[in-house]
Structures are given as C-alpha cells and as structure tokens.
C-alpha cells in the first residue's frame, strides 16, 4: 500500500527553525517528484517547494525562498523540508505531494501541523 507519512511539525517560536520529514513506500519513490504544500485555515492550499527525481533541482515559493531548503535521499524514500526563520505567516498544515511524470497517480500525506507563534 502507498504511504505517504510527515513528521517534524510543532510548535515553534517566530525566528525558529523546524525540519519537516515524509516517508514514502509503497511506489518507486526515485522515479516520482516530490512536492511540499501547506494549507492554513481558510485559505487555500499554496504550493511551496518541490524537487525532481534526482533531486537536481528545486523550486520554491516566492514567500519562502532563500528560507526554506526541499531535499530528498532516495536511498531512504525520504523528502525533506528544512525552514529557517520561521514567521507566523506560515502556520498551516503541511503536505508531502508525490506525483510521476510516467503514471497518472498522484499521492498525498495527511499532513502535519506547524504552529509559528510566541
């Protein structure tokens, strides 16, 4: 079965740094891009950083860049998402995102929740 499964998320402090991680199994994970969204209440789910299969490149929110670093180590089936200088804007849910440019199934974690308050 497919599983896409975050951690990582919390509470933290602005200026605070956290490291979101998702495991995958169930699908060839190296052959799929990898894709962290975010949701906070009421508003829209908001793409915010995503990766190619090889991790060669990457791309990320205009709200986010130079802040946030999407990784992946595919030996581990794992997509990272490191965030610096967290501000309160970016409370919401995350969500790992997989998608194949091969197949037409594309996957979602259920999400873990950051917190960015004093």
């Known amino acids: 079965q497919v599983q896409l499964v975050e951690s990582g998320g919390g509470l933290v402090q602005p200026g605070g740094s956290l490291r979101l991680s998702c495991v995958a199994s169930?699908?060839?994970?190296?052959?799929?891009?990898m894709k962290w969204y975010r949701q906070a209440p009421g508003k829209e789910r908001e793409l915010v950083a995503g990766?190619?299969?090889?991790?060669?490149?990457?791309d990320y929110a205009d709200s986010v860049q130079g802040r946030f670093t999407i990784s992946r180590d595919n030996d581990r089936n794992t997509v990272y998402l490191q965030m610096h200088n967290l501000i309160p804007e970016a409370t919401a849910d995350y969500y790992c995102?997989?998608?194949?440019?091969?197949?037409?199934?594309?996957?979602w974690g259920q999400g873990t929740q950051v917190t960015v308050s004093s």
């Open positions: 990766i190619t299969m090889s991790g060669r490149i990457t």
């Open positions: 995102y997989a998608q194949s440019r091969y197949v037409s199934a594309v996957y």
């Open positions: 169930g699908f060839p994970f190296s052959s799929y891009d």
